[in-house]
């Protein structure tokens, strides 16, 4: 694995135990709740596909192949657009029904979270889109 | 366009994992090109007919439909 890839993993799994030690520590688990609760583990379920991800890059590496080349670029360009423009209606629609959220946190930080959710299934739609 | 990869690649005796990292493109890129579901790039296909010792011609069939 990469020395950098190594280290960003490390940086990202360092800030998301650091910032749910904080919430626990503060909140105890009354905020593992309801929504909350879905909110937190679509993040976890991404922390652990990023995590599979990476591994298997690593793999790839070493037995001696890319990680990137032309097709994953087109397939991340694609879907890298298809991500972006979709992204905008969601925040159009977000704001245009921000009276139905609590807060603006709630708001904001469930926007982060559709947009990455929105890169994942772009991605996973350019795909299938080439197998057919 | 069509192609013979998994022709030529056969009668190497050379394995997807093979092609890919002697063209240095991942396994992945060259299962969608033997499916015929991904046009390779101009020094791609370059790559993979200097591999079989081919002309891109015989490894790469382009048809106008």
């Known amino acids: ?84 423009m979709a992204s905008m209606y969601m925040w159009l629609f977000i704001f245009l029904l921000k009276d139905k959220f609590p807060d603006t946190e709630t708001m904001l930080g469930g926007g982060i979270l559709v947009s990455a959710l929105l890169a994942f299934i772009s991605k996973f739609i350019v795909k299938q889109k080439l197998n057919d | 366009m069509t192609n013979r990869i998994k ?31 991904y046009n390779p790039s101009l020094k791609l296909a370059y790559d993979i007919s200097k591999i079989f010792k081919s002309k891109i011609e015989e490894v790469f069939i382009f048809d106008n439909e």
Do not use: C, H, P
């Open chain 1, 1 to 84: 694995m990469k020395k950098n890839r190594k280290l960003l993993l490390i940086i990202v799994f360092l800030t998301m135990g650091v910032v749910l030690g904080y919430i626990i520590i503060n909140n105890g688990t009354k905020m593992f709740q309801g929504l909350n609760l879905l909110i937190f583990a679509l993040i976890i379920i991404g922390g652990v596909i990023a995590f599979i991800t990476a591994f298997k890059r690593d793999k790839e590496e070493k037995e001696g192949l890319t990680t990137d080349d032309e097709l994953s670029t087109l397939i991340k360009y694609k879907s890298g657009y298809y991500a972006y």
């Open chain 2, 7 to 37: 022709e030529l690649r056969a009668r190497e005796n050379l394995t997807q994992l093979d092609l890919a990292k002697l063209v240095d493109v991942r396994r992945e890129t060259i299962v969608f090109l033997e499916k015929g579901k």
